[in-house]
């Protein structure tokens, strides 16, 4: 139990302020039906990391999250630009479209770079199990920023996830919320991607909410359910790791599958009975 928690207690706690964090947006993005605009931001955000490694750079280090940094702003500004009031072509499709050629152009560029296979591993699953307290800390901190800002902008961006074409009537300018909505949300990807992987990260945001959404109407107890499903599938997932020598960020996402799978199973049982 010792070795337990001195090896693990720093990536559990990491794991702990990725669910807050991300279990809030997933509100957002689960309301607005653009379910994978995370994991393309997360993609975009990894592509930017392997153009870093081509130029030199090493993963964790201010110069490279400054460049995965740029290339989100970026993805961001795009799929802010393809709302629009046609639903000739939906917005998911363009947000497909960004993730399929971000992982394509990352595969591209990591074979050009040294151990491109171990970094597209690492970017994929992560590296949490070696996360360090000053970095959780770091992490946590900008956070709380982005946290405030939420909090503070929770009026518009809430009528736009609630409903868009009723926000839209009120005089609400859609982009430039959207705009600042996937910054906010492209940040805190950016700096997840690092840490967590690819995989992870979406499941963080996506997998609790869904969790929560099938139960509660209420958004105080989808709060209260996603932060207890986070805390139970990272606490398990880790202690599986660390008994089975698996990786962490894996684990813990299959434990979130499981979880689901289970919940829905449940669901199902009692609507019989």
């Known amino acids: 139990m010792g070795g337990f928690l001195e090896m693990m207690a720093a990536p559990v706690v990491m794991a702990l302020v990725l669910v807050a964090m991300h279990s809030h947006l997933g509100h957002h993005v689960v309301r ?8 393309a931001l997360a993609q975009v955000a990894a592509f930017g990391v392997a153009i870093s490694l081509l130029l030199g750079g090493e993963i964790g280090t201010d110069g490279t999250y400054a460049v995965a940094l740029g290339s989100t702003f970026l993805g961001a500004l795009l799929i ?11 917005q998911e499709a363009y947000i497909g479209i960004i993730y399929a050629v971000c992982s394509a152009a990352m595969i591209l560029v990591l074979t050009q770079v040294p151990h491109g296979g171990e ?24 956070y709380a920023v982005l946290g405030f800002l939420l909090w503070r902008w929770r009026g518009p961006l809430d009528r736009i996830s609630a409903d868009a074409e009723a926000a839209r009537r009120e005089g ?71 008994v089975l020598d698996l990786p962490t960020g894996a684990a813990i996402v299959c434990v979130f599958g499981f979880l689901l799978g289970l919940q829905v199973l449940l669901e199902s049982l009692l609507r019989r009975g």
Request: glycine residues 6%; hydrophobic residues 55%; without cysteine.
């Open 172 to 242: 609400l300018p859609l982009r430039r919320w959207d705009f600042a909505f996937y910054l906010i949300l492209g940040t805190v990807v950016t700096s997840s991607v690092q840490i967590a992987g690819v995989l992870l990260v979406f499941t963080l945001l996506v997998v609790p909410t869904v969790m929560s959404v099938r139960l509660y109407a209420d958004h105080r107890r989808h709060f209260v359910y996603t932060l207890a499903v986070g805390v139970a599938a990272v606490v398990l997932g880790a202690a599986l790791s660390y």
């Open 119 to 142: 970094e597209i591993n690492h970017l994929l699953v992560g590296a949490i199990l070696w996360v360090t307290w000053p970095t959780l800390l770091k992490t946590a901190a900008l």
């Open 32 to 39: 607005r039906g653009v379910i994978f605009v995370d994991i």
């Open 80 to 90: 802010s630009r393809t709302r629009g009031r046609s639903e000739r072509v939906p």
